[in-house]
């Protein structure tokens, strides 16, 4: 547990420390010098179960409320120290405005230098400081009068078993559902040991041995060593004070206070977020104020995304001249840009902002439902249902071990599909999109295999990412609800047609192809069909697209079935001789020079064979392919006939049917599928 104090200058806080743990936080000579405290100071007291508790003693003069601010940032436990001489002060009030921005589970009350003042003006001044605090909404968990400065003084003690009490009912039990997580207020190297830094824990626990993420360091950091609480440990948990004993630290960049250390992989620095602001006065929009998160510190602007709520509370992004590495719920704590006095603190609500349509009605309201939300598990669920969230940012912004992700995804009713976690109604609702779009396509295009992934991902305008949306498509092909054609997706129930007149001359054209000895020219086609070349792109569209014939190269046609010959003379001749060569093959099919050599690149395009480097032989590279097989009838959805019949190759290369093979509005290019 950490405890820390605060006050006005001079009020005793570091005489009240010294008091309670022997130790004196003063340690700078300035601080000695000057008898003030100028950075923060630490100090440990013994606990009854033998584990101690750190104090963060911090400067109350409002020219150090900087280091103020590091010191409390992330504390659950405070001493709010008032001097009976001197009663309430200006940084009084502002360390209590700063403490009440913060999320803290106990605040205590003490009255310093009670010998210098009569039971009246402590017991009045009592009363003030208790009216102070319920101004913030604050209950002070005790009010204590003390005289720091005399050694056995009872009032030191009380106030010593009340602090214990209130450690006692604190648990520093591991989370394992939280990886480590702290923010850094010190660095500095020690001879013989090295780097050495020291912070809050803020989550999860760190021990000797492990591999940690610094924001100012490219590579992982090796914890050699860690002090908790003042004490040699190998292991330490949240709401603890550590020092790390650190190896690997780059020497050109030395850690420094601002920086955090995680377990996890660290994710991008945010310039613009979302936060939910409360405020002790009313904010202005482009406003500029200083930011301080944690140990870090940046100015920035508040762009007010609504007007203040009845509690004064608003919605904003802001636009931050220095990004700062955020989490969600993580607290900013806002000043005024001349740094006199605190404006307030937002709590991040959203680390990614869109560039446009920022002030939306929905968006607002779907912020201030956020914003309502206090549990994780409930926000988290929110955000599901209108987006897939990576599992890697969900990762980062609760900050979760692999057993946290997986409860906090089934409590939050999210599944994990690849990297993405999303509702299971938003994945329903896009499977649905796509199937009611694939259906769409099929009644308009009748003679179409149907749509490419991408083609049918960008005609959804679909929310989610393309390889969350893939993982979709492939899951709806699994259900067999889709059916993978080539490239192309159909619908399981998807049957193309010939038109009748491409029907009536697909009739006229096999008897005479059949007839044909070697591939033939659209222009002979054409002759011979005595179709206008308009019509006859479409035809040979629709018969490449059914498997009926297969284009050796643009505009030069032959019957798939005797592509397959060709094929199957190839795949024996390879098995008994090891290899073809250009010449064996042009003796094979018994064709010219030219044609053989179209064909063999043909094959080699279509991965059925390699060329062999600097070579004229070929061998086989995917012998699969190019075989007569009866199921390809089943996969086309063509009905089986005589005439009709589809090479299996196309099919498994997906080389004529896939994204490739263009719309039919382009059929002046057709030919190259
Ligand atoms: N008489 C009397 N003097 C006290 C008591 N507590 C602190 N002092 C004196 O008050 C002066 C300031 O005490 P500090 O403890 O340095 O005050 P501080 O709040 O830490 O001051 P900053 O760190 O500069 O904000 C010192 O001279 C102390 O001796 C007390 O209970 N009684
Ligand atoms: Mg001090």
């Not at 006005?8 to 010294?18: A, E, F, M, P, Q």
């Not at 939050?412 to 299971?424: E, I, P």
């Not at 305008?461 to 993978?484: F, R, T």
């Not at 019949?645 to 599928?673: C, H």
């Amino acid at each position: 547990m950490i405890m820390v104090t605060a006050g006005h200058v001079d009020h005793g806080k570091s005489t009240l420390i010294r008091a309670l743990t022997g130790m004196n936080t003063d340690r700078l000579p300035e601080e000695k010098r000057r008898g003030m405290t100028i950075d923060l100071g630490y100090a440990f007291m013994p606990l009854r179960d033998g584990t101690r508790l750190a104090f963060i003693d911090v400067p109350g003069h409002e020219k150090f409320i900087n280091n103020m601010l590091v010191g409390v940032s992330h504390v659950r436990h405070a001493l709010l120290v008032l001097a009976c001489d001197d009663g309430v002060m200006p940084q009084t009030r502002e360390h209590l405005q700063i403490l009440a921005l913060l999320p803290l589970n106990s605040l205590t009350l003490v009255l310093t230098k009670r010998d210098l003042v009569d039971d009246q003006t402590a017991a009045k001044l009592a009363s003030e400081g208790i009216v102070l605090l319920a101004e913030y909404g604050i209950e002070a968990s005790g009010v204590f009068e003390v005289c720091a400065n005399d050694a056995g003084d009872s009032g030191v003690e009380t106030l010593k078993q009340h602090i214990l009490d209130i450690a006692e009912q604190q648990s520093t039990q591991a989370e394992d559902a939280s990886s480590f997580r702290m923010t850094l207020d010190r660095a500095f190297s020690v001879k013989g040991a090295g780097c050495v830094v020291t912070g809050t824990v803020i989550s999860g626990s760190v021990c000797i041995g492990d591999s940690l993420y610094s924001s100012g360091q490219k590579a992982k950091l090796r914890v050699r060593g860690i002090h908790c609480q003042g004490m040699e440990v190998h292991r330490a948990l949240s709401g603890t004070r550590v020092a790390l004993n650190l190896t690997g630290v780059d020497n050109h960049r030395a850690p420094a206070r601002g920086d955090w250390l995680s377990s996890l992989p660290q994710a991008e620095l945010c310039a613009r977020p979302v936060v939910q602001i409360r405020s002790f006065e009313p904010l202005t929009h482009w406003q500029n104020v200083h930011c301080h998160h944690g140990a870090d510190h940046t100015l920035g602007r508040v762009s007010l995304l609504d007007e203040a709520d009845e509690q004064g509370r608003y919605l904003a992004e802001i636009v931050l001249d220095k990004p700062l590495l955020l989490c969600q719920d993580d607290p900013i704590v806002l000043r005024h840009i001349g740094g006199k006095q605190t404006l307030g603190a937002g709590r991040v609500l959203a680390v990614k902002v869109p560039n446009r349509k920022k002030r939306t009605p929905e968006r607002v309201s779907k912020l201030q439902q956020l914003a309502q939300l206090s549990n994780p598990v409930n926000v988290l669920a929110l955000l599901g249902q209108s987006e897939a969230l990576s599992i890697d940012e969900i990762r980062w912004r609760w900050q979760l071990t692999d057993e946290g992700l997986a409860a906090m995804l089934a409590q939050a009713g999210l599944t994990r599909l690849g990297t993405y976690g999303l509702s299971t109604q938003l994945l329903e609702q896009e499977k649905q999109q796509f199937i009611e779009l694939l259906r769409e396509y099929h009644q308009q295009h009748p003679d179409q295999l149907g749509l490419g992934r991408n083609r049918l991902q960008r005609m959804s305008h679909s929310i989610l990412p393309n390889e969350l949306a893939n993982k979709v498509l492939d899951s709806l092909c699994q259900d067999g609800q889709m059916v993978l054609c080539g490239a192309l997706l159909q619908l399981a129930d998807h049957r193309i047609v010939l038109d009748s007149e491409a029907q009536q001359c697909w009739q006229r054209l096999a008897p005479w192809l059949a007839l044909q000895t070697s591939p033939v020219w659209v222009t002979e086609m054409g002759e011979y069909l005595e179709l206008e070349p308009a019509k006859l792109r479409l035809l040979c569209f629709q018969l490449v697209q059914q498997g009926f014939i297969t284009a050796v190269v643009k505009d030069r046609y032959l019957l798939s079935e005797l592509l397959c010959h060709y094929a199957n003379l190839v795949r024996e001749h390879v098995e008994t001789h090891g290899k073809l060569e250009t010449a064996e093959f042009k003796d094979l099919i018994g064709l010219g020079r030219k044609v053989s050599i179209q064909l063999l690149e043909f094959f080699d395009r279509s991965g059925f064979t390699r060329r062999k480097y600097r070579s004229n032989s070929r061998e086989i590279r995917d012998g699969e392919l190019f075989y007569s097989h009866e199921n390809w009838r089943k996969n086309i959805g063509v009905e089986p006939t005589q005439d009709c019949w589809q090479p299996y190759p196309d099919l498994k290369s997906g080389r004529l049917t896939g994204d490739d093979v263009l719309p039919i509005e382009d059929l002046g290019i057709v030919e190259n599928a």
